[in-house]
């Protein structure tokens, strides 16, 4: 059975950093595709970044242009996760926060080759990521 777990979220103040993580279970995430998206009420959701496999895939990431130069991406291996670190946070980055992977089978490991909406099969559970002052 294919799992992703989440953790990380929190209440941080603007400026202040976080670190999301996503774990996987029962399969190997360096071969996947992974997303990070966010959700707020009333909004649709945004992703926020993507993450092409370095094994199947170029291994290069992309970032919304909303979280460009505050957020990165990084793989562990060993833990089978993937990181989402951000820093200087924003009240408009508040919201919960989801990982998702797409397959090597459908994008073979590159976020190019991923519809949006589609191929994303595989989701976290979310994690609640609150900035107040």
């Known amino acids: 059975q294919l799992q992703l777990v989440e953790s990380g979220g929190d209440l941080v103040q603007p400026g202040g950093s976080l670190r999301l993580s996503c774990a996987a279970e029962?399969?190997?995430?360096?071969?996947?595709?992974v997303g990070w998206f966010r959700q707020v009420p009333g909004k649709e959701r945004e992703e926020v970044s993507c993450a092409s496999s370095i094994v199947k895939g170029d291994g290069v990431t992309n970032f919304a242009d909303s979280v460009k130069g505050r957020f990165f991406v990084s793989r562990d291996n060993a833990k089978n996760a993937v990181f989402l670190q951000m820093t200087d946070l924003k009240l408009e980055d508040a919201g919960v926060y989801y990982c998702?992977?797409?397959?090597?089978?459908?994008?073979?490991?590159?976020?190019?080759?991923?519809?949006?909406?589609?191929?994303?099969?595989?989701w976290g559970q979310g994690t609640q990521v609150t900035v107040e002052s």
């Open positions: 029962g399969f190997r995430m360096d071969w996947y595709v």
């Open positions: 998702a992977t797409a397959p090597p089978r459908l994008v073979h490991g590159s976020c190019r080759n991923v519809r949006e909406g589609t191929d994303f099969d595989t």
